[in-house]
């Protein structure tokens, strides 16, 4: 018997389940954190993101759908993957290690203000948990992308979106999901309804006080 049908059927019920539980449970912290990361870039900030594998997929998708387009034409955003740079990342992996590859990118280009993105899915990558510890010196606000309950990240992170799922496709279907979703929510913050970034300090509030 071909099994095929049954293991679609099932990832299909099971990621939508989790999409619509989880952004609808946690509707109030995306519209923190793009509120957040509108008013960062307002400011003439910029946005930093990392991550391994397919992590570094989604924060390579978020950088061009901010430096170039989403939905319709508008100014360029700013904001760089730290996964993209093959003789940096050469580099710090062999006079720092891998450990470092972020951290040290954090360091260099990484200002008071500028936010960082960082996106693992077991909250336990040392080179993530690395660059927050960077970032957290630059005084820098910090949002993970987790899930597994967000393992070291859980603690470091000033806004934490963790997926309450063990399974890591479905994780980062969440993950993309988000990125599309901040990415909509900043075209509407900054290029739509910028008057509430001066009236509503709704996302200022820190998700883990």
């Keep these: 018997m071909d099994l095929a049908f049954s293991i679609i059927s099932e990832h299909a019920q099971k990621g939508a389940e989790l999409r619509l539980t989880y952004l609808e449970r ?7 954190v793009a509120l957040v ?15 391994n594998g397919g992590s570094a997929a989604d924060a390579q998708h978020l950088a061009a759908e ?3 387009r989403y939905l319709y034409d ?7 993957a730290l996964s993209v740079d093959t ?11 891998f450990d ?51 393992g070291d990240m859980a603690q470091l992170c000033d806004y934490l979106f963790d997926v309450p799922s063990d399974s890591t496709p479905l994780i980062q279907e969440i993950h ?3 990125v599309h ?13 910028a008057s509430v970034l001066i009236t509503d300090h709704e996302g200022e509030k820190n998700a883990h006080p």
Excluded at 37 to 51: E, N, T, V
Excluded at 186 to 192: G, H, N, Q
């Design 176 to 178: 993309s999901a988000l």
């Design 66 to 68: 901010l430096v170039g």
């Design 100 to 150: 470092m590859v972020f951290s040290r990118q954090v360091e260099a280009l990484g200002q008071a203000g500028d936010c960082l993105i960082a996106i693992s899915t077991s909250g336990n990558s040392r080179n993530i948990v690395n660059a927050i510890l960077s970032a957290r010196q630059n005084e820098m606000p910090i949002i993970g992308l987790t899930g597994k309950k967000g």
């Design 37 to 51: 990361l509108a008013r960062s870039l307002a400011a003439g900030k910029k946005i930093l993101i990392c991550g």
């Design 74 to 80: 508008r100014p360029s955003l700013p904001a760089i």
């Design 87 to 97: 003789s940096i990342l050469t580099a710090l992996s062999n006079d720092y290690g």
């Design 181 to 193: 979703l901040l990415c909509r929510l900043l075209d509407y913050y900054l290029f739509e309804n």
């Design 26 to 32: 946690e509707e109030n912290l995306i519209r923190s």
